[in-house]
């Protein structure tokens, strides 16, 4: 059994895809929250100077999206076809495309306004365009009634999760037009490593 | 074999990487290139409004990223182990942010706006990027062990862009200029350079 050390923020941010891929894997892991004041000391040892970083036995990779696939495929939870890994993926980067830009209004956007408008760009349009696609995409998958693809759980749905957790804490009837995805999120939930993990992981702002 | 087919702009954009896969395998597909016409008409029917898509054997792939890896993975190009697999992702992630810049910069309608972003990507964004990617590229030419993978073809395609703004921008990186020549001399993607069309981006 490899060690992995998983090095980030008090926070969910970039790192909590590959948290719950690890729950779901039941992988022990260090889970290792930096302060600001010591990411000095660390960023140069970090091979892109950013966090999240996955450390196993040793091997430094980053990159929040390559960390949260690693760890799906190491644990099965990939896709079991080279097509289910594509939609899994093309799936895990059109969550990320949409977390970037809650990302660029949320803490790249100084200015008050601009930062207002955005944030209504996007829960107005971008947001429900967005979401009606995935709604037709899990549907597409024997009804909705399960997952993204195939039929287990796989990194889609970790960054799904991500991704709903935010947009509902801004809006908390944001799923309802879309009935199956919103069922997902509860089956998300409840499987077994996640829960544990939501259960018991530190409630943090971001 | 599956049947292939890759739907995107008459372009290289958000596209080339995958026919530089497909062309480094000789693997053989249906290159459709569509106009804006055409392409909002096909957009409600792509996975997420959005091209390149492949259709292989009747399923539909977006998202450029996951189509090069899917494309990378049936030319064996992806990494051979997952530490290795995960390298090479991870160097293509760590890209993206200096891809859009660039991206930002050329889109940019305002000359002197563009100008001011040319500078600032030329003197600021692009110098300490080459510089982090010259240490992770082996003397050997590889970004990845020993062989290629598409990491190496998609860093071609990335400075293939940025070398027409900044020509002389790989002088002095000694590993990254090895990159360059070991994926020009893949018998494949030396083809499809000479053959490709010639378009604006």
Redesign the interface.
């Known amino acids: 059994m490899p060690s992995y050390k998983l090095y980030y923020f008090h926070g969910r941010g970039r790192a909590e895809p590959a948290r719950l891929m690890l729950a779901a894997a039941g992988l022990p892991y260090e889970d290792i929250r930096l302060e600001y004041e010591q990411w000095p000391e660390y960023k140069p040892k970090m ?2 100077g950013q966090a999240p970083v996955l450390e ?1 036995d040793g ?1 430094m ?7 949260a ?2 760890v799906a ?2 644990s099965g939870r990939a896709g079991k076809t ?2 289910e ?3 899994a ?2 799936m895990a ?2 969550f990320v495309d949409m977390l970037n830009k809650m990302a660029d209004y949320v803490w790249y956007e100084e200015d008050e306004a601009r930062k207002a408008e955005k944030k209504k760009t996007f829960f107005d349009t971008t947001l429900p ?2 979401l009606g ?1 995935f709604e037709k ?1 899990l549907v597409a998958n024997n009804g909705g009634g399960g997952f993204f693809v195939g039929d287990g759980l796989t990194h889609a749905e970790a960054f799904f999760l991500c991704l709903s957790d935010d947009i509902i804490a801004e809006k908390p009837n944001v799923l309802s037009p879309y009935p199956k995805l919103a069922a997902l999120v509860e089956r998300i939930k409840t499987y077994p490593g996640i829960k544990e993990w939501l259960a018991k992981r530190p409630q943090t702002p971001f | 074999m599956p049947a292939y087919k890759l739907t995107y702009l008459n372009a290289r954009g958000g596209a080339e990487l995958i026919r530089l896969l497909f062309a480094a395998d000789e693997i053989p597909y249906e290159d459709v290139r569509v106009d804006r016409d055409k392409w909002l008409e096909l957009k409600p029917k792509t ?3 959005q091209v390149p898509i492949l259709e ?2 009747g ?1 539909v ?3 450029s ?3 090069v ?2 494309i990378a ?2 030319a064996g190009l992806l990494g051979k182990t ?2 290795d ?3 090479a ?2 160097l ?3 890209g993206i942010d200096v891809g859009k810049l660039f991206e930002e910069m050329v889109m940019e309608k305002d000359a002197s706006k563009k100008v001011e972003k040319k500078k600032e990507f030329g003197e600021k964004t692009l110098p300490p990027f080459l510089a ?1 990617y010259e240490g ?1 590229a082996g003397d050997n030419g590889y970004f990845v062990g020993d062989s290629l993978t598409y990491f190496d073809i998609a860093f071609f395609n990335m400075m293939d862009f940025i070398t027409a703004e900044f020509p002389s921008a790989l002088d002095g990186y000694c590993n990254l200029t090895k990159v360059i020549r070991n994926v020009k001399s893949v018998p494949g993607i030396a083809k499809w350079l000479k053959e490709r069309p010639v378009t604006d981006h």
């Open positions: 091979p892109m196993v091997t990779i980053c990159q929040s999206v390559a960390i696939r690693f495929k190491e080279n097509i890994q594509a939609w993926d093309m980067d059109g365009e967005f696609y995409l | 996975p997420m409004g292989v054997d399923h792939i977006c998202q990223m996951t189509v890896r899917f993975r049936e997952l530490l697999q995960a390298r992702d991870m293509l992630e760590g982090l992770f």
